[in-house]
């Protein structure tokens, strides 16, 4: 986007020119398939109009096992849904967004109309950030963010009506640490979650879905990470070190929201992929970790150890790292109507 500026006083403040509503809409799309999805599954359908566009989930894409609510698959489509409201921005438009605007349709989880209006500058900011961000499960260094970047990530949660409780204390990050421990030994134990695991870690190419050797650490025991990563490499050909580096030292960031429904989910996607972005933007690097979150017992104690108030949505680590590369999406026609 180019701006334009004020003939007549060199103090104008520029606003950005507006591209036409369908060019717009038609980058919002692209952008929103970037987003973050559990095990990759891009749950989401998108139908495109003259003025607006409706975010759907897609339920062919529910993963029952480890996900038998839908709680992460709404999250999701909400991390999409974000992008799509940056890029809009981005685009020069201001956008009114319905959440869950139709009980009847319960796939129907927003609506986006294009208004009259100052496009959000906060939120178009991050669009060159949309296609920069990854999830790295490469060994982080020690490094920890400091307070006023830690605040920045915090405010990010905070305008999409979330909060973020960083892991400060050593008595915290036992609790996460041991209740990831816990809960990601409950689901290895588990034949549908390991099935549904193999399954969305062995994908066809064409597919465009599903989890990459290349994005996921290689595992051969040798790791004593305090924190246990998901472990993806079902098929022993994982191609980054094994090691998360994940001390329990290391900086942890727990999203939460007031309530847990559809709309406080799809809230938390929206609150999620808006950190994420903000961490690309200060060049930290970041992979949730969400065993925890997906047992109800351990998703209760963490609640009751660390968030009180709020329900804990995801649960992120955040350091240094070399770069990973960027993983399989669906093709646009398979996701796109209208
Ligand atoms: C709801 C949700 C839960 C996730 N849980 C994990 C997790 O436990 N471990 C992990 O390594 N990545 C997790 N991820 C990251 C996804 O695997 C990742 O977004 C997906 O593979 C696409 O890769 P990308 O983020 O690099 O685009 C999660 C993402 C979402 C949105």
Redesign the pocket.
């Known amino acids: 986007m180019s701006q334009e500026s004020s003939p007549s006083t060199a103090v104008a403040v520029a606003r950005p020119l507006q591209d036409s509503a369908a060019d717009a809409l038609s980058a919002a799309v692209d952008r929103a398939m970037l987003a ?5 599954s891009q749950p989401w359908r998108f139908t495109v109009h003259a003025d607006g566009l409706d975010v759907l989930a897609d339920r062919t894409r529910h993963l029952t096992s480890i996900d038998p609510l839908g709680r ?1 698959l709404v ?2 489509v909400g ?1 999409a849904l974000f992008n799509a409201r940056v890029t809009l921005a981005a685009h020069g438009w201001a956008v009114d967004v319905q959440r869950c605007p139709s009980p009847d349709d319960p796939d129907l989880l927003a609506v986006l109309h294009l208004i009259d209006g100052p496009p959000d500058p906060g939120l178009a900011v991050l669009d060159r950030l949309v296609p920069r961000r ?2 790295n ?1 490469r060994t982080f260094d020690a490094t920890v963010p400091t307070a006023a970047e830690l605040r920045s990530f915090t405010a990010a949660a905070v305008a999409e009506g979330s909060v973020l409780v960083p892991v400060l204390t050593g008595e915290q990050h036992r609790l996460v640490a041991r209740l990831t421990q816990e809960a990601d030994a409950q689901q290895r134990a588990d034949p549908a979650y390991l099935a549904e695991l193999a399954r969305w870690t062995s994908r066809a190419p064409a597919a465009g879905d599903g ?1 990459v050797a290349a ?1 996921v650490p290689h595992v051969d025991g040798s790791a004593t990470d305090d924190v246990p ?2 472990d993806f490499d079902t098929r022993g050909d994982g191609a980054l070190p094994p090691s998360s580096g994940m001390g329990t030292e290391r900086t942890m960031l727990v999203l939460g929201t007031r309530s847990d429904g559809v709309e406080a989910w799809l809230r938390s996607g929206e609150a ?1 992929q808006h950190v994420l972005l903000t961490i690309t933007q200060a060049g930290w690097a970041a ?5 925890c979150l997906e047992i109800p017992t351990t998703r209760t104690r963490l609640r009751a150890g660390l968030t009180w108030d709020t329900w804990p949505q ?1 649960v992120l680590r955040i350091g240094h790292a070399g770069p990973t590369g960027a ?1 399989p999406r669906r093709q646009r026609a398979d996701v796109v109507s209208g």
């Open positions: 973050p999805s559990l095990h990759n992460e999250q999701s991390a990854r999830t499960r989890i994005a990563m998901r999620l992979s949730p970790f969400t065993q995801s993983t």
